[in-house]
């Protein structure tokens, strides 16, 4: 016979609340990847319109050259068994999207807590905009997936002898969606070593970066043979980028052409204008794109408990990906890239959602601790008290 009172005690709570969250995540996500394939499987592509073309013309893993290979090799594979190309690229879109829902538990559960964990898949898979990107087959989500392995891997509590490799591995792939996950690399790098010093291994994170670096090289010394540029794809985008900023959409003279450096881009208006643009960004990521991208502005008031409980228990590793995933988008969120909203896109800052969803998720399991605490003194504290009216 079935002990249901023993089923449900205090100590299966947790268990319980998980599974009861997971089953709602699971339910939100199919209903968010559904509605989104009703609503935008005829919406134009833009940032992966013409990644077919570079498909079918390439014929290695690095030869797409004007775009980074990964995402391309994806849809070169799915070509190649016969799927038809925007199809594929959308379907492709919504894989990385349920991949990266279950790498959230995935990184979050050993660090966090379960409640953490399955907290942030349920933030995750409601979001509209994880969905409307992955229908546009978004670079972003490809680099993230990736991210949250090197992350992982990176800065796992308990290292092993392979997490070096399997970081510099992920993080090497996350390159190859995206160049500029570089500087997420690069910057989880340079904060976990100011904050740990002595704990830090320099040469695991040596060897991590290293082969990150190293698998990236084939990419961009290929642009260099084709090209011209170790950079030149990323140096037109850049230069899309400055013309959008000086000229907008229509400009009245022909705008400059032809690749623009990271340095001539970032120093275009000079030093005290590159130094004006990166806090203007940072003003208007904190105060209007990131609220934004949450989509449910309650989730805000988790967010800040969340970035409170990190401070005060020493779990910062969030803030250092939060930290990582906004340095390359602060350069461009000054630009009026969207003349509706005057900001960029909000698939640059896909990286900081999946943070801001993790705090949120640890701002409420923190919360939800602290109410536990409160009831459990109050109970003991009424305890106290029937038993003193007992004695009298």
């Excluded at 995750?124 to 989500?141: E, F, I, R, T």
């Amino acid at each position: 016979m079935i002990d249901f009172y023993n089923t449900f005690t205090r100590a299966d709570l947790p268990r319980l609340f998980r599974g009861i969250v997971l089953v709602m995540a699971a339910l939100a996500l199919v209903f968010n990847l559904a509605i989104c394939w009703k609503v935008y499987r005829n919406e134009p592509l833009r940032e992966a319109y013409s990644r077919s073309l570079m498909a079918a013309n390439s014929s290695v893993f690095y030869s797409s050259g004007l775009a980074e290979p990964v995402p391309v090799e994806a849809l070169k594979l799915a070509m190649a068994a016969g799927a038809d190309p925007e199809k594929a690229l959308r379907l492709e879109g919504l894989a990385v999207f349920i991949i990266i829902v279950a790498l959230t538990f995935f990184v979050l559960r050993g660090r966090f807590g379960e409640v953490t964990a399955s907290m942030a898949v349920l933030f995750l898979s409601v979001n509209p905009y994880m969905g409307y990107y992955a229908m546009q087959g978004s670079s972003h989500l490809f680099a993230l997936a990736f991210l949250l392995l090197f992350w992982h891997y990176f800065d796992a509590p308990e290292k092993r002898r392979a997490d070096p490799l399997l970081a510099g591995l992920y993080g090497g792939l996350a390159c190859l969606c995206r160049v500029d996950a570089a500087l997420v690399l690069l910057v989880i790098a340079a904060i976990s070593w100011a904050v740990k010093r002595r704990a830090f291994g320099l040469k695991e994170a040596g060897l991590a970066l290293g082969l990150a670096f190293l698998l990236t090289l084939p990419y961009v010394l290929y642009q260099k043979a084709q090209y011209g540029s170790f950079f030149y794809a990323q140096e037109l985008s850049l230069r899309r980028w400055a013309n959008i900023d000086s000229y907008g959409y229509k400009p009245l003279t022909p705008a400059p052409s032809g690749p623009l450096g990271t340095a001539a881009f970032l120093l275009r208006d000079g030093p005290a204008g590159a130094l004006g643009d990166a806090f203007r960004g940072l003003g208007r990521c904190l105060a209007y794109e990131l609220p934004r991208t949450l989509y449910y502005k309650a989730l805000l008031v988790l967010v800040f408990l969340g970035i409170y409980a990190a401070f005060i228990f020493k779990k910062d590793r969030l803030l250092f990906f939060l930290a990582a995933a906004l340095l390359p988008v602060l350069p461009l969120a000054a630009i009026k890239q969207v003349p509706a909203t005057g900001g960029i896109e909000l698939r640059y800052y896909l990286w900081s959602l999946w943070a801001l969803c993790a705090l949120a998720a640890l701002g409420f399991h923190e919360t939800l601790d602290w109410a536990e605490a409160g009831i459990d003194k109050w109970a003991a504290e009424k305890a106290r008290a029937s038993a003193r009216s007992g004695k009298k």
